[in-house]
């Protein structure tokens, strides 16, 4: 059984970092293709930034250059360093691991509980 549990979120001013961690078990972190998705009040669920088994890694434009995907292999745990907070990254952050041989998306992907990250001005 795949088990996501986030943490790290918080309330920051505009400016500030945060760093998530999502710590995997039933699933192996370094073999499968991970990311995070974040979801804003009124808004759909929308992909941040994913890695995948060979270390590629992928961001929407709207953190590139601010955020950081990582992950630990000995911790089995996922992390996602966020650098530079605007009030626009305001929303429940998810980890999602993908199923199979596929990466997460918002139709399939094993998911966490969700962290709320909340940034002020």
Do not use: H
Request: glycine content about 12%; charged content about 15%.
């Amino acid at each position: 059984q795949v088990q996501l549990v986030e943490s790290g979120g918080g309330s920051v001013q505009a400016g500030g970092s945060l760093r998530l961690s999502c710590a995997a078990s039933g699933y192996s972190v370094s073999n499968g293709c991970m990311g995070w998705f974040r979801q804003a009040p009124g808004k759909e669920r929308e992909g941040v930034t994913t890695i995948y088994a060979n270390d590629y890694t992928w961001y929407a434009d709207s953190v590139k250059g601010r955020f950081t995907i990582s992950r630990d292999n000995n911790k089995n745990t996922l992390y996602l360093q966020m650098n530079s907070l605007k009030p626009e990254d305001t929303a429940m952050y998810y980890c999602a691991a993908g199923r199979r041989f596929y990466c997460p998306n918002t139709d399939s992907a094993y998911w966490g509980q969700g962290t709320q990250v909340t940034v002020s001005l």
